[in-house]
């Protein structure tokens, strides 16, 4: 099955055009669908400082202004119309702020913004409060619309502070509609719908060259290879399809991912990796201790006729291949490059260790003519012995007889040793020794795979598959060219 980023390698289709502007419209869609997601909790920037774009997409999600807040922002608005015809002191502004008065005595305390929005209503009584050093909210919204506070501090200013500050927060408010069900009102799925139909078109006419290409698949294995496309059809959960829309531009070559795939998949890897190694280690080395605490080790070394049947390779005994190579290249290879080094140890053996224990052999050598004789006859046995242990190691070894005899004593070495240590119960020293040993390895080595290591592994992967890659890229290269 082919992996998501590769499923493009079907084939290097035609119409690359196509399928770029496919991938551009799912980016496209893809934007959208975030821009509405947030929509919400950015609204109060886009009232400030992009108007238009609320009044066009308050509708969609079903967003009016809400009542309260905006009967206040018109009357504030009525106000300003006021003190551009007339003064300050005139009766028609001292209605105006009394009304105002009257509306912000009702705004604090009936709270006209949702649960969501309290932090807003909060950050206006903060923002009245500093600028008029009131204690409370509502002495703030008093004072602020009263003649005296905007005959002191300067009308415009304070309209001025209003408009920048308390404004934009009023003006962000909102009631939203809910349908029959209990639901917020979204209209959202009509801007959807034609990018569904789109894409629905789209993932029938891939999975239709995709059966084309390999037409042993019927239509649901190859949907399979793509699955990754319906996310794309989803009305729900819609931010999934950051992932169908991230593999269509990677396939038309319009981002490259293949770092961060990469280094995303090293990451998991390391971790991945390295913990599974160590639960192998640790569980091989288990099964070896409990295979030594049930004592199957032993009866394996020392009675080679209870194992079970062992599988052989190309009907071959390895261990008994290996062991005849070694002997081969000791004796014929090995022995006598050695030869020279061995007969002067022989010598001094012979001189130093033996003949030196001899009664009266020192005072030979201090006789005329004896000494020499005595050192030549030292050098004649040496050579002798050697060519004689040389020798017979060689027939010993050629000699099948010899062998057969080798064997039995083998065996009776082992039935032996397997005696006296049940006779002297060292078993259970042997195994407890064994376990201890296995434990220790398992601490010291096992437990401190660092992830260096498994870092090293996988650059060595990589590099195999990155080799993979392009040599299979160089042999379709090839195809294509014949």
Not at 222 to 249: E, G, K, M, N, S
Request: proline share 4%.
């Amino acid at each position: 099955m082919l992996s998501p980023l590769d499923s493009a390698a079907l084939p290097k289709r035609q119409h690359l055009w196509i399928r770029r502007w496919i991938a551009l419209l799912a980016a496209v869609n893809l934007a959208l669908v975030f821009f509405d997601l947030t929509y919400l909790n950015l609204r109060p920037f886009y009232v400030q400082w992009f108007p238009r774009l609320v009044e066009l997409y308050d509708p969609i999600k079903g967003i009016r202004p809400h009542p309260e807040t905006q009967r206040y922002i018109e009357r504030v608005a009525a106000l300003k119309s006021q003190l551009a015809e007339t003064e300050l002191d005139t009766p028609e502004v001292s209605a105006a702020l009394a009304e105002l008065r009257l509306y912000s005595q009702q705004l604090v305390q009936h709270h006209p913004f949702p649960r969501t929005e309290i932090a807003t209503l909060e950050t206006i009584r903060s923002d009245l409060q500093a600028r008029t050093g009131a204690e409370t909210p509502l002495v703030a919204f008093e004072r602020f619309w009263s003649l005296d506070h905007l005959a002191q501090a300067g009308w415009a200013s304070e309209l001025a502070f209003w408009d920048q500050q308390i404004y934009p927060l009023l003006a962000a408010n909102y009631y939203q509609r809910v349908n029959r069900f209990g639901q917020p009102v979204d209209y959202f799925w009509l801007l959807d719908l034609p990018f569904l139909l789109i894409f629905a078109v789209d993932i029938i006419l891939r999975n239709q060259a995709i059966q084309r290409r390999y037409f042993e698949l019927n239509w649901y294995e190859a949907l399979i290879r793509h699955w990754y496309d319906l996310l794309l059809l989803l009305p729900f959960w819609r931010w999934l399809r950051l992932l169908p829309v991230t593999i269509r531009l990677q396939e038309v070559d319009l981002i490259n991912l293949k770092l961060l795939q990469t280094e995303a998949r090293r990451d998991f890897a390391i971790g991945f990796a390295k913990d599974v190694i160590e639960l192998a280690g640790i569980q091989a080395i288990n099964e070896m201790q409990s295979a030594i605490d049930r004592g199957d080790v032993m009866r394996w070394l020392l009675y080679p006729e209870s194992r079970r049947t062992y599988v052989q390779v190309n009907n071959q005994n390895e261990v008994k291949i290996i062991a005849a190579r070694i002997s081969n290249i000791v004796l014929y290879d090995v022995f006598p490059e050695i030869q020279t080094e061995l007969e002067e140890l022989i010598r001094y053996s012979l001189h130093y260790v033996i003949f030196d224990q001899v009664p009266g052999y020192r005072q030979l050598n201090y006789l005329p003519g004896l000494g020499k004789l005595s050192k030549q006859t030292t050098e004649r046995l040496t050579e002798t012995l050697t060519q004689r242990v040389y020798q017979g190691l060689m027939r010993m070894w050629e000699d099948p007889t010899m062998s057969e005899r080798t064997t039995r004593l083998f065996e009776r070495f082992r039935e032996a040793l397997a005696a006296e240590l049940q006779k002297q119960q060292n078993v259970q020293e042997f195994e407890n020794l064994l376990i201890d040993l296995l434990e220790e390895i398992k601490i010291n080595y096992v437990r401190r795979l660092s992830e260096t290591e498994i870092a090293q592994i996988l650059d060595e992967a990589e590099r195999l598959y990155d080799k993979a890659e392009t040599y299979d890229s160089e042999s379709a290269e090839r195809r294509s060219a014949d």
